[in-house]
């Protein structure tokens, strides 16, 4: 593990000829930032992992903002089937599921409170370029729009937090990950997380579950 490296190095520098006395102090002084910076990135690393499953295309987020831009101009969306209405649950279930921005007390049904439609007008359709999306033609892709300049998309799109694992996973437990309960979702999460990590030949099983480890050491002493 990396520790184990920055440790042994530490442990062998005060009898290695070729550094110094200060050399050593030096090295000694910046190994706490180090290891929080390797910590910040495995943590980074196990995040993505744990919740690889729930990441959100991007068509699926143009799908939303479009639906909110009809919602808005009292317009219609084009489909497959021709134009339809802007769907009301389609818009819900983003905003309740993939943003974690409002909850079902936030509805009448599928209709937004006003809370929510404040949200939409002030946080989507202005934050994104409307002459860009309205005046769009056959051609137009969604590569065409820069999704990521709406804060609250971008954040879907790019980055996830502990919050989102305990919106998304209120039964997980990170204090029962180094031997989780059988049949719990702290077990089937850290089975999925672990085979993750591996997949992409950066991790082996073994420094994996270290790993793991150690990121879950740091994130129960802040669980509530």
């Known amino acids: 593990m990396p520790e184990d490296v920055l440790n042994a190095m530490a442990e062998e520098l005060s009898t290695a000829p070729v550094f110094s006395r200060a050399e050593a102090a030096e090295y000694e002084n910046r190994l706490p930032a180090v290891k929080d910076f390797v ?24 799908e939303y903002v479009e639906h909110v831009y009809a919602w808005d101009g ?13 769907d009301p649950l389609l818009m819900k279930v983003f905003e309740t599921e993939h943003l974690g921005r409002f909850g079902a007390s936030d509805y009448t049904g ?12 002030d946080k989507v359709i202005t934050a994104l370029n409307r002459y860009a999306w309205e005046h769009r033609d056959e051609g137009f892709s969604i590569d065409n729009v820069d999704l990521t300049s709406i804060p609250v998309i971008r954040a879907v799109l790019e980055t996830y937090d502990w919050s ?22 702290t077990e089937r999460l850290k089975d999925e997380t672990i085979a993750t990590l591996c997949d992409d030949g950066q991790y082996s099983p073994a420094s994996a579950e270290l790993t793991t480890r150690a990121v ?3 994130v129960r002493h802040k669980w509530d």
């Open 216 to 218: 879950m050491r740091e």
């Open 74 to 86: 009292d317009g219609q969306v084009e489909t497959e089937r021709g134009r339809v209405d802007p």
């Open 110 to 121: 599928n209709a937004p409170s006003a809370a929510v439609e404040q949200f939409r007008r």
């Open 39 to 62: 910590l910040d990135q495995q943590e980074d690393a196990v995040l993505q992992a744990l919740l690889s499953g729930k990441s959100v295309s991007k068509e699926t987020v143009a």
């Open 164 to 185: 989102d694992v305990k919106r998304i996973y209120p039964e997980f437990d990170p204090r029962q990950w180094e031997d989780p309960p059988t049949g719990t979702v």
